[in-house]
């Protein structure tokens, strides 16, 4: 297996744009994670999903934010508009059953300007 | 309201020597606990675990320890190699359907 597969892997855009990033889980495992990483709060998480279906999201930040799986290999984190404080390492990660032990992509670097 | 704390940023340790990774948590609710290592550029990557009817998990070179009464555990690696330096991010989770929350992260240094 691949692992968890991110993308993009950097990406960089301008105050205002929407941004994407997506990514794909380890084959079989059920449960996917959002993190963001700050320098101030380390791995913040942000939403995360049991069998495709979104169980918490209180970590997301604000309405600008949203997370979509709409199968079991493929997920989405969209920030729109996207604003510099948005600039952050963002990383998916998945697992078999829930918070276990989590396998965590590269992760998307993504600078606002 | 950071439930789970690594007061130290960063560790400095020489090579051979033993290195003490420190993390705290409030919810005395938590049922298991893991230290993630990450490197620059990259993911975290599972090192170790400990279940919350333990006190101490080994595996080789790494142990942790875990004091349920004060809310803290520890991470030990020894000997410390250059190869250890690394980000490590201690971690909880209240119940296996639930999330793992992060602490923020101890940079460690190992130098030759």
């Known amino acids: ?113 | 309201d950071q439930q789970v704390k690594q007061n130290s940023p960063s560790l400095s340790v020489q090579e051979g020597r033993i290195s003490i990774l420190n993390c705290d948590y409030t919810n005395s609710m938590f049922d298991y606990f893991l230290w993630y290592k990450k490197y620059p550029a990259e993911g975290p990557t599972f090192l170790i675990s400990i279940s919350s009817i333990k006190d101490k998990n080994e595996d080789g070179r790494f142990t942790v320890f875990l004091n349920k009464s004060a809310k803290h555990l520890s991470l030990h690696i020894v000997p410390s190699q250059p190869g250890d330096s690394a980000v490590y991010f201690c971690a909880a989770r209240r119940n296996q359907g639930g999330k793992l929350i992060f602490g923020q992260g101890t940079e460690l240094s190992v130098k030759p």
């Not at chain 1, 691949?2 to 997506?22: F, W, Y």
């Not at chain 1, 913040?44 to 049991?50: H, M, V």
């Not at chain 1, 949203?66 to 952050?88: G, V």
């Not at chain 1, 390492?89 to 965590?104: I, Q």
């Open chain 1, 1 to 113: 297996d691949a692992g968890v597969i991110q993308s993009p892997r950097h990406e960089v855009t301008e105050m205002g744009q929407e941004v994407t990033l997506r990514c794909k889980p380890i084959s079989g495992h059920n449960s996917l994670f959002w993190y963001r990483q700050t320098m101030m709060r380390g791995l913040e998480l942000l939403i995360y999903f049991n069998n495709n279906v979104p169980i918490d999201d209180s970590g997301m930040p604000e309405d600008r934010f949203s997370a979509k799986m709409p199968n079991a290999s493929f997920s989405t984190l969209k920030i729109q508009p996207s604003e510099p404080r948005d600039s952050a390492v963002y990383f998916c990660a998945s697992s078999l059953g829930g918070a276990n032990v989590l396998t965590f992509g590269a992760g998307s670097r993504l600078t606002v300007l």
